[in-house]
């Protein structure tokens, strides 16, 4: 039972380019999300996606997409990276109202 | 305009002795309280919630506490260890609504042997 699993752990990309961020769970949770930490500014919602097949924007969804694309895999897509989504990213899922996160990607987009 | 507040970006203890992180709300709608622990380069792992038909629970040497009138909550540690040096973020959510939390900045706290 891994929990929660993102890739990759680390990544740099360079302004304008693209990339995509996976995230799988294998608790059977219906709900997953997608946070971005910043220094100072704690997590900030992106996107959550409440079941398979539905997504909805959180606080921060400028510049970002996502896709549900089955209950267990739930991933975030950059479409032309700016040097201001330099952050550490976080998938999480929840059950009853806790949710558990994975172990995060850094991302330098330069 | 932030709905889960903590007021305090560091706190330091020596080992032994209680820590106790503060977090407030304004959101009189939240019904669901958690804590988190965050250690560096990792994600963040539950620790203690608390539903807001409670004032009190704990487990082990975490303890929350929830007073209602003063939107505000706090987690205790007791006796705090160094172990527990992190970031502990609050969060608070709709029961029965969409499951989404939303967040405080974060305390770090820092427990010296």
């Known amino acids: 039972n891994a929990g929660v699993t993102q890739t990759p752990k680390f990544q740099v990309l360079k302004t304008g380019q693209s990339m995509t961020l996976q995230c799988a769970q294998d608790?059977?949770?219906?709900?997953m999300y997608w946070y971005r930490q910043d220094p100072g500014m704690g997590l900030r919602l992106i996107y959550y996606?409440?079941?398979?097949?539905?997504?909805d924007k959180g606080e921060v969804p400028n510049g970002y997409n996502v896709s549900r694309l089955n209950k267990r895999e739930f991933s975030l897509r950059l479409e032309s990276a700016a040097p201001s989504q330099t952050s550490v990213y976080f998938c999480?899922?929840?059950?009853?109202?806790?949710?558990?996160f994975g172990p995060g990607t850094r991302l330098l987009v330069l | 305009d932030q709905q889960v507040k903590q007021n305090s970006p560091s706190l330091s203890v020596q080992e032994g002795r209680i820590s106790i992180l503060n977090c407030d709300y304004t959101?009189?709608?939240?019904?669901?309280f958690l804590w988190y622990k965050k250690y560096p380069a990792e994600g963040p792992t539950f620790l203690i919630s608390?539903?807001?038909?409670?004032d009190k629970n704990e487990d082990g040497r975490f303890t929350v506490f929830l007073n209602k009138s003063a939107k505000h909550l706090s987690l205790h540690i007791v006796p705090s260890q160094p172990g527990d040096s992190a970031v502990y973020f609050c969060a608070a959510t709709l029961q029965g609504g969409s499951e989404k939390l939303v967040f405080g900045k974060g305390t770090k706290l820092t427990v010296n042997p």
């Open positions: 996606s409440a079941s398979e097949g539905t997504t």
């Open positions: 608790m059977n949770h219906n709900s």
């Open positions: 999480a899922s929840s059950r009853v109202g806790t949710q558990y």
């Open positions: 608390i539903s807001s038909i409670k």
């Open positions: 959101n009189s709608m939240f019904d669901y």
